[in-house]
C-alpha cells in the first residue's frame, strides 16, 4: 500500500511503501538548450543515498545502486516523453528551463525504485514554475512574474509511467511483486517494468538469471493492472492536495479583502469625522468673524461721534473730560485721551486747575451734566486726576498777570 504525503510547498512529496520511505523534490532554473534540441528544456533525475537510511550506503558518493535507480526513472519519464519539455522553452536556443528531480532516500526497506519513481512523479504532478514573459526593447528580455501578480504555471505531465519490480528465484514457478529487503537478498534475478494506465511499456529493466517467455508476459499483464490502480491513488491524492491548495488560496485572499474593507471603512469613518470637525470650526471662525465685523462698526461709530461730540445715542456732552464715562461703551482709555488733546480740552482743565477754582469749575460742569443724565455725576476724583497731562511745576502756582488786574480792580 503506497501512502503519498505532501509537504507544504509546491514540488514536494513523501511515499511511504512498506518500511522504505522517499522523499522527491523538484526544482527549476534557466539554461542553455542543448544544440540538437534548442525548443526543448532538458529534465535530470539526482538521487541521493543516505547512511541514515541504509548502513550500507556511502555519504557522499553515489554507488552502483544509486547509478542504477537514477538511470531506470529518467529512461521512464524520457523515453515516454511524459513531461513535455517543449513548454520548458523561453526562447529558443537562449533560454529553456532545466527541472531538476531530488530523490532523498530517508529509509531503506526494500524496492527503492517503486517508492523513489512515485515520489518523482507526485512531485512533478504538485510542481509550479513562474510565468514568464519577454520584454524590454528588443523583446528578448526575460520578465519572471512572481506569484503574486501572476499564478505559478504547473508541469505538463501527459501520462505516468509507474515502475513496478518483479523479483525471480531459482524456482521459476516463483515470482515475487514488490519484494522487501530480505526478499531481494536471496532472490536469484529482478525485473522492473515500466507501465502507464493506457497499457504501454514505457521500459524494462532486467538483472540477473534469465526467465522465460511466459513468465515475462505474465509479468507485463500485472504491471499494467498494478500501474492502473496506482495511477488513480496518485491522482486522487494530487487532487486533494491541489483542492486543499485552492481552499487555502481563497481564504487568503478573502482575509486580505475584508481587511482592506474594514481599512476602507476605518478610512471613511475618520474623513467624515475629520470633515465634520473642519465643518465646526468653519462655522466657528464665520461667528467670530462676524461679531468682530459688528464690534468694528460699532467701534467706528463710537469714534465718530466723539469727534461730533455726541455719543451714540446722540446725547450732547460738555467739552470737559468729566461729561463722559469712558468705561460706559468699552471705548478705549488712551484713544479717548488722545481725541480729547487734539480739541484742547486738556488745556482747559488745566487752566482751571492752576487758577485755584476746581471746586467752582467742578460745579459748573456738573451743572449741565445733570441736565444731561444724572448718572454722569458719580464720576470720582480719581477719574479726574488721570485726565491730567503731565506733573504741576513752580510756573503753575504763578497767576497770571490778567487774573491779578481782575482781583485788584474787584477790591477797589
Known amino acids: 500500500?503506497?501512502?503519498?504525503?505532501?509537504?507544504?510547498?509546491?514540488?514536494?512529496?513523501?511515499?511511504?511503501?512498506?518500511?522504505?520511505?522517499?522523499?522527491g523534490i523538484v526544482t527549476a532554473k534557466f539554461v542553455q538548450p542543448y544544440r540538437d534540441r534548442p525548443n526543448e528544456g532538458t529534465l535530470a533525475i539526482y538521487p541521493e543515498f543516505s547512511p541514515m537510511a541504509d548502513p550500507s550506503f556511502e555519504a557522499g558518493r553515489s554507488g552502483e545502486s544509486a547509478v542504477e535507480l537514477g538511470r531506470i526513472i529518467d529512461r521512464g519519464l524520457r523515453e515516454s516523453r511524459a513531461v513535455d519539455t517543449e513548454s520548458l522553452c523561453i526562447v529558443a536556443g537562449k533560454l529553456v528551463w532545466a527541472i531538476r528531480i531530488d530523490i532523498l532516500i530517508l529509509d531503506n526497506g526494500g524496492n527503492l525504485v517503486d517508492a523513489a519513481n512515485i515520489a518523482a512523479l507526485a512531485a512533478l504532478m504538485t510542481f509550479r514554475r513562474p510565468e514568464c514573459s519577454l520584454g524590454g526593447e528588443d523583446g528578448q528580455e526575460v520578465i519572471i512574474h512572481p506569484p503574486e501578480m501572476r499564478d505559478p504555471l504547473p508541469l505538463i505531465v501527459h501520462h505516468l509511467p509507474i515502475a513496478i519490480t518483479f523479483g525471480f528465484f531459482i524456482d521459476e514457478n516463483v515470482v515475487v511483486i514488490d519484494p522487501i529487503l530480505n526478499e531481494e537478498a536471496v532472490m536469484a534475478g529482478r525485473m522492473i517494468a515500466t507501465v502507464n494506465a493506457n497499457g504501454d511499456i514505457c521500459a524494462i529493466q532486467k538483472a540477473g538469471e534469465g526467465v522465460s517467455q511466459r513468465v515475462i508476459m505474465q509479468c507485463l499483464q500485472l504491471a499494467m493492472?498494478?500501474?492502473?490502480?496506482?495511477?488513480?491513488?496518485?491522482?486522487?491524492?494530487?487532487?486533494?492536495?491541489?483542492?486543499?491548495?485552492?481552499?487555502?488560496?481563497?481564504?487568503?485572499?478573502?482575509?486580505c479583502v475584508g481587511n482592506n474593507v474594514k481599512g476602507d471603512q476605518n478610512q471613511t469613518l475618520d474623513n467624515k469625522g475629520i470633515s465634520e470637525l473642519v465643518g465646526k470650526y468653519m462655522e466657528r471662525l464665520k461667528l467670530i468673524s462676524v461679531e468682530s465685523y459688528a464690534s468694528q462698526n460699532i467701534n467706528a461709530e463710537e469714534t465718530k461721534s466723539l469727534r461730533r461730540g455726541t455719543d451714540s445715542n446722540c446725547i450732547k456732552f460738555n467739552s470737559t473730560p468729566l461729561s463722559w464715562d469712558p468705561y460706559s461703551k468699552c471705548v478705549d482709555l488712551e484713544f479717548l485721551k488722545a481725541s480729547v488733546a487734539s480739541q484742547g480740552l486738556s488745556t482747559a482743565s488745566e487752566e482751571k486747575e492752576a487758577t485755584g477754582k476746581e471746586k467752582g469749575s467742578e460745579a459748573e460742569s456738573a451743572g449741565p451734566y445733570e441736565d444731561v443724565n444724572s448718572k454722569w455725576s458719580a464720576v470720582d476724583a480719581s477719574t479726574t486726576e488721570m485726565h491730567v497731562i503731565g506733573p504741576k511745576t513752580l510756573k503753575d502756582a504763578v497767576k497770571p498777570k490778567n487774573k491779578r488786574k481782575k482781583k485788584a480792580s474787584s477790591m477797589i
Not at 493492472?225 to 481552499?247: H, M, P
Open 225 to 255: 493492472t498494478k500501474a492502473a490502480d496506482i495511477t488513480k491513488q496518485i491522482k486522487a491524492a494530487v487532487e486533494a492536495y491541489n483542492s486543499e491548495r485552492a481552499l487555502q488560496k481563497i481564504k487568503r485572499e478573502t482575509t
Open 1 to 23: 500500500m503506497y501512502l503519498v504525503d505532501f509537504c507544504r510547498e509546491d514540488g514536494s512529496a513523501e511515499v511511504q511503501l512498506g518500511q522504505t520511505r522517499v522523499m
